[in-house]
């Protein structure tokens, strides 16, 4: 999963939303240098990685981009999913994507001296593109797909996503609203984190 669906998996907690948003940039047991809620957090960015690599729908997904994205397919779905989450947020929260969105900034920038270098590097940008609010549409998710083209291993091909997301788009939406369901159970199950059910799948 990406960023939004990360930060929304959290549930009203802050610190646990921190862990959750810095998961990926901690490494192995570096975890249990943070305090004990941000660690859980990125325990939790970790189960839920893990639960969604594992997913036969998130597997299925993959297939509409792996050619040209090859093992990199799995990225393009987890923004993907950030996009059917974004559009169709009403579905799953009860506060606006704004409120969210500018919420989880304020979060992240009073926890600062808690963020790896490297995301304290990119929040600033985030907030100032209003990229969470972005992922609402096809040409915002486009352009965050081109941008980590640019600064990270994936391959530069942000037009060749957004015309197989086109192409496909109504059996991605299913696969992403049957997939969200089943995690938002896990996340509760697991972690005890009350979230809103999907009001329609």
């Known amino acids: 999963m990406n960023y939004l669906a990360h930060l929304y998996l959290s549930g009203e907690s802050e610190k646990l939303l921190v862990g959750n948003f810095i998961g990926d940039y901690v490494k192995g047991k570096q975890y249990q240098h943070y305090p004990d809620e941000i660690a859980r957090g990125i325990l939790l960015h970790r189960r839920i990685d893990s639960f969604t690599d594992a997913h036969e729908l998130h597997r299925a997904a993959k297939h509409f981009f792996r050619a040209e994205f090859g093992h990199y397919a799995?990225?393009?779905?987890?923004?993907?999913?950030?996009?059917?989450?974004?559009?169709?947020?009403?579905?799953?929260?009860?506060?606006?994507?704004?409120w969210f969105a500018k919420w989880s900034h304020s979060v992240l920038l009073a926890n600062?001296?808690?963020?790896?270098?490297?995301?304290?590097?990119?929040?600033?940008?985030?907030?100032?593109?209003?990229?969470?609010?972005?992922?609402?549409?096809?040409?915002?998710?486009?352009?965050?797909?081109?941008?980590?083209g640019k600064y990270s291993s994936l391959p530069a091909k942000s037009e060749l996503a957004k015309q197989a997301l086109l192409d496909n788009y109504p059996i991605l939406q299913t696969?992403?609203?049957?997939?969200?369901?089943?995690?938002?159970?896990?996340?509760?199950?697991?972690?005890?984190?009350?979230?809103n059910q999907p009001k329609k799948l």
């Open 112 to 148: 600062f001296k808690h963020l790896p270098l490297r995301v304290q590097g990119f929040l600033p940008f985030l907030i100032q593109h209003r990229r969470l609010e972005s992922y609402a549409t096809i040409e915002g998710i486009t352009q965050a797909l081109n941008v980590m």
């Open 74 to 98: 799995g990225i393009v779905v987890d923004v993907v999913y950030d996009h059917f989450l974004a559009g169709n947020w009403k579905n799953y929260s009860d506060i606006s994507l704004r």
């Open 175 to 195: 696969n992403f609203e049957e997939f969200m369901g089943e995690l938002i159970q896990y996340v509760s199950d697991e972690f005890g984190i009350a979230l």
